[in-house]
T-cell receptor, first 112, second 113 residues
Framework: QKEVEQNSGPLSVPEGAIASLNCTYSDRGSQSFFWYRQYSGKSPELIMFIYSNGDKEDGRFTAQLNKASQYVSLLIRDSQPSDSATYLCAVTDSGGYQKVTFGIGTKLQVIP | EPEVTQTPSHQVTQMGQEVILRCVPISNHLYFYWYRQILGQKVEFLVSFYNNEISEKSEIFDDQFSVERPDGSNFTLKIRSTKLEDSAMYFC???????????FGPGTRLTVT
């Protein structure tokens, strides 16, 4: 059974701080890695994707990938109360890109 | 900005009945997916669809489930004989590339009584 592990939280950070969200995955052959944001009662919204080892930055978000350690992270700089949501890590299976396994998600609370 | 749409937003059905959940993917997307999320649990992959056929499916996607792209715009999920445990939010997603980036619709909440 391929697993994607996340701490369910909640992770509480003050407004303006950096939020650091982490994810590990079990399938060593996974090639594509995603971060989705899900507000309560809403659908997942794709915010970042990364395919290669290293960092990828987009605005206030930075995704980090370390395939050797099977570890993906998401940093949110200058956290805002509107960032309060559950952040889902998702990973494609090594057998192909069409099957995606999600983690349980980390609930982030940004305190004003 | 183009988006995935789903209908209905909420469907209530009795155990044993058939339901069809409908999705209109983003128009230039080629890859289509169905997921479900039971309240408080993970988003679970059901099936992916490309070039008019199923490309991957999970162990959840058994003979009770089927998918169809009946025309150039709609993508449907049929559950033949619903069970209480099928109660969940069902999300449709679509993507342009084979690398797995997917954009989700708002979901259909299915309640089986």
């Amino acid at each position: 059974q391929k697993e994607v592990e996340q701490n369910s939280g909640p992770l509480s950070v003050p407004e303006g701080a950096i939020a650091s969200l982490n994810c590990t995955y079990s399938d060593r052959g996974s090639q594509s890695f995603f971060w989705y944001r899900q507000y309560s009662g809403k659908s997942p919204e794709l915010i970042m994707f990364i395919y290669s080892n290293g960092d990828k930055e987009d605005g206030r978000f930075t995704a980090q990938l370390n395939k050797a350690s099977q570890y993906v992270s998401l940093l949110i700089r200058d956290s805002q109360p509107s960032d309060s949501a559950t952040y889902l890590c998702a990973v494609t299976d090594s057998g192909g890109y069409q099957k995606v396994t999600f983690g349980i998600g980390t609930k982030l609370q940004v305190i004003p | 900005e183009p988006e995935v749409t789903q209908t209905p937003s909420h469907q209530v059905t009795q155990m044993g009945q058939e339901v069809i959940l409908r999705c209109v993917p983003i128009s230039n997307h080629l890859y289509f997916y169905w997921y479900r999320q039971i309240l408080g649990q993970k988003v679970e992959f059901l099936v992916s669809f490309y070039n008019n056929e199923i490309s991957e499916k999970s162990e959840i996607f058994d003979d009770q489930f089927s998918v169809e792209r009946p025309d150039g715009s709609n993508f449907t999920l049929k559950i033949r004989s619903t069970k209480l445990e099928d109660s969940a939010m069902y999300f449709c997603a679509s993507g342009t590339s084979g690398t797995g980036e997917q954009y989700f619709g708002p979901g259909t909440r299915l309640t089986v009584t």
